[in-house]
């Protein structure tokens, strides 16, 4: 069974400050893994997602990611956050065989001027 | 194109009551997700489609859940018999092939309240 921890419920910046959002997983077998954001009154939106290869995984919005097999982690990162990137961002984990999503219990970014 | 959509927006229902949710999918994507998201949580899975089947159910809480998918795009998860726990934000996904690589579109949520 696949589990997913975000370390911190609600994370305070100031604007252009770097954040990074924590997230550990655990799984008995190969997961891929996705962070995903959610605006406002928006439905979810994929931000980025891990599935092999380089362990540093860019997206959107200037965010990226890095894969720690060792650690289990896959925290999200970025180095100057503006206004606009609050919301709840949630990390997820998949099996390589069909979609079903185990998600974290999200981390709400509130970034202030 | 247009992306996932689902209705109501919002429901709310007495305790008891039977409920219906709908789902329209991204056409063409023939992997369908439902997933509920209760106060301060992440989403958690109820059930996948892949076309007109039901391939993974594990995620339905009890027999009062159901969901079809008759033609292979919208879906209908139905609530018998509400329960003031049943209240959460109902999310419905679609991907393409429903393989564990693709990236899952969100709809924005059917708010259900039960009174």
């Known amino acids: 069974a696949q589990s997913v921890t975000q370390l911190d419920s609600q994370v305070p910046v100031f604007e252009e400050a770097p954040v990074e959002l924590r997230c550990n997983y655990s799984?008995?077998?190969?997961?891929?893994l996705f962070w995903y954001v959610q605006y406002p009154n928006q439905g979810l939106q994929l931000l980025l997602k891990?599935?092999?290869?380089?362990?540093l995984v860019k997206g959107i919005n200037g965010f990226e990611a890095e894969f720690n097999k060792s650690q289990t982690s896959f925290h999200l990162r970025k180095p100057s956050v503006h206004i606009s990137d609050t919301a709840e961002y949630f990390c997820?984990?998949?099996?390589?065989?069909?979609?079903?999503?185990?998600f974290g219990q999200g981390t709400i970014l509130t970034v202030h001027p | 194109g247009a992306g996932v959509s689902q209705t109501p927006s919002n429901k709310v229902t007495e305790k008891g009551k039977y409920v219906e949710l709908r789902c329209d999918p991204i056409?063409?994507?023939?992997?369908l997700y439902w997933y509920r998201q209760s106060l301060g949580q992440g989403p958690e899975f109820l059930i996948y489609?892949?076309?007109?089947?039901?391939?993974?159910d594990s995620g339905l809480p009890n027999d009062r859940f159901f969901a079809v998918r008759p033609e292979g795009s919208v879906s209908t998860l139905k609530i018998q018999r509400t329960e003031r726990g049943d209240s959460a934000v109902y999310l419905c996904?679609?991907?393409?092939?429903?393989?564990?690589?693709?990236?899952?579109?969100f709809g924005p949520g059917t708010r259900l309240l039960v009174l």
């Open positions: 996904a679609s991907s393409r092939e429903g393989v564990g690589a693709e990236t899952q579109y």
């Open positions: 799984s008995s077998v190969s997961v891929y």
């Open positions: 891990y599935l092999s290869g380089s362990t």
């Open positions: 997820a984990a998949g099996g390589t065989s069909y979609g079903k999503l185990t």
């Open positions: 056409s063409g994507h023939t992997a």
């Open positions: 489609f892949q076309g007109t089947g039901a391939a993974d």
